[in-house]
């Protein structure tokens, strides 16, 4: 049973270009919405996270859109770079606590030269 | 650079073998993690410490044992393990189980069943 619904499973993209990265949920009793990004070899690290409270945080060329009606959350990433070419996973977390994440099926990223 | 420390990064072990994973934070953080990763599929929670205790444990098949010594070290007890086993383990920290806290990863070890 999949909580957290992440697409698309991989995306291309060119330098300078826009990434969208999507993640829908259906329990709503989560309250903790962060994404990691994941490096091949290393463990995944916080990138940016976002309460149900706000529509909206942006933190420099990431930013993560909230929509609490439709359950959707999503990834933007300006101006994408090589360095970006990762696997980006959502996540969603309840009852107040970060202990336990449930995880999008993650998206991997690549940006061209 | 991650500030949790994950020891060995690479270990094969045979199906009888006992062997250990090993997880230091230094960072003062109360709840420490271990979660298992396959290839291409996101991590799985296994064991959760809080305050040295074990608060969570996901189920896990007794053949992995976990252990928090104190409050800076996990470690991952490895017993007649299977090679469906073969995976990524990561060991994570935060602060405590409070709202909103990171979640931090070590880089992981990569273990091979044989």
């Known amino acids: 049973q999949q909580q957290v619904k992440q697409s698309p499973q991989s995306l291309i993209v060119q330098k300078g270009g826009i990434s969208i990265i999507n993640c829908a949920y259906e329990n709503t009793a989560f309250d903790y919405f962060p994404w990691y990004q994941q490096f091949p070899g290393k463990g995944p690290a916080l990138l940016i996270a976002i309460r149900p409270d706000v529509s909206e945080k942006k933190e420099g060329r990431f930013t993560i859109s909230f929509n609490k009606s439709a359950k959707q959350f999503s990834l933007h990433i300006m101006d994408s770079q090589p360095g970006d070419s990762a696997t980006y996973f959502c996540?969603?977390?309840?009852?107040?606590?970060?202990?336990?994440?449930?995880f999008g099926k993650g998206t991997k990223l690549t940006v061209n030269p | 650079d991650t500030e949790v420390t994950q020891t060995p990064k690479h270990l094969v072990m045979g199906m009888t073998n006992k062997k250990s994973l090993k997880c230091e934070q230094h960072m003062g953080h109360r709840a420490m993690y271990w979660y298992k990763q396959k290839a291409k599929k996101p991590p799985e929670l296994m064991f959760v410490y809080s305050y040295e205790k074990l608060s969570i444990n996901e189920s896990v098949p007794s053949r992995f044992s976990p252990e928090c010594p104190n409050s800076s070290l996990l470690n991952l007890h490895l017993h007649a393990l299977q090679p469906e086993d073969s995976a990524l383990y990561l060991c994570?920290?935060?602060?405590?189980?409070?709202?909103?806290?990171?979640?931090?990863f070590g880089e992981g070890s990569w273990l091979t069943v044989v």
């Open positions: 994570a920290s935060s602060q405590d189980f409070t709202f909103g806290n990171t979640i931090y």
């Open positions: 996540a969603a977390s309840s009852q107040g606590g970060s202990e336990k994440l449930v």
